[in-house]
């Protein structure tokens, strides 16, 4: 990270998420499935997701999560310059999912979209980071939004069990003064059709390839951005990785040696929400008063593509 004067200093100053209110437990999805709580919970850690309505789209979960991080930001839609949403599942093919999310909150700015799976949110972090240190942009949203359940075959066990509905957002401000954001985004050579989905569904996986995946970069990830910026364990309030399976994250710390308790997990309330995955954890983070202003946060995206991000970042 930069000295404490840098000028192009940009902070998390508001974080907010939305989940839908159905919820479907393991038990429930047992009932329809060859499946069990047991299994569900034992190779996954998930015990429970929420699931939207047909009416509810991803852009409706995402304003819910927009207006909460507005709120904590003290901002008002008026003062939002840009608005970016990480999503798999836009509600249309055009207009994007952030022109709709920009219309419902009353607002001017530009919007687009940005597809990178799970990785989403923190390519869309970096890239926001960037645009603000470049001084064309000094408020911006940042959103992860997924409904994953309209792209889902329910009778199929790989994945029906995995996946769950949310939507996390994130003000992004210039602070002179505060730390510099730093972050890294890559993909492998080869894997797009490790975990695949037609625009309509349903999701195909490779659960064993991705798993391995999930574990290697993570470690690799880590490793790299502690060792560029000469961060050590102390200095990170708290990892937040992408909430795909709470194994993934296990052997990647075990391989780390890294305590469980440096990696934010809720994994078991909301399954993987896929782009809302990383923002939702952090607001829940917020929330819970495990990290506060001033505390740098490392943010890991992995997932489809097979695409990875992290992003390392201080809370305003
Ligand atoms: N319920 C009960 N049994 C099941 C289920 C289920 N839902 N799914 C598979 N099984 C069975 C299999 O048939 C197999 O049975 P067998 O031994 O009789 O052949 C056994 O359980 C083991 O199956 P595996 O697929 O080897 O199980 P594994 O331990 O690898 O766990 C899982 C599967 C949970 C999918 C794991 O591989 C995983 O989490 N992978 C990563 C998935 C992931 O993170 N995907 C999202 C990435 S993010 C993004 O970009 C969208």
Known sequence: MQSALNPNGVTITGTGFYVPTSLLTNLDLAASLDTSDEWISQRTGIRQRYIAETSTETSDLAVMAATDALHRAQLSPEDVDLIVVATSTPDYAFPSTAMLVKQKLG?????FDLSAACSG?????????DLIK???YHNVLVI???????IMDWQDRNT???FGDGAGAVVLQSRPGASSSFSLL???ERGADTLISPVTGPITMHGREVFKFGVRILESMLTKVMGELELSLEDIALIIPHQANVRIIEHAADKMNIPMDKFFMNIETYGNTSAASIPIALAEAVEQQRIQAGDIVVLAGFGAGLAWGVQVIQLG
């Open 186 to 188: 890559g993909s492998e």
């Open 160 to 162: 029906a069990v995995l």
């Open 121 to 129: 949110f923190v390519y869309a972090l970096s890239i926001s980071s």
């Open 144 to 150: 992860g939004a997924d409904k994953f359940s309209k």
């Open 107 to 111: 607002s001017r700015a530009p919007a």
């Open 134 to 136: 470049s001084g064309a």
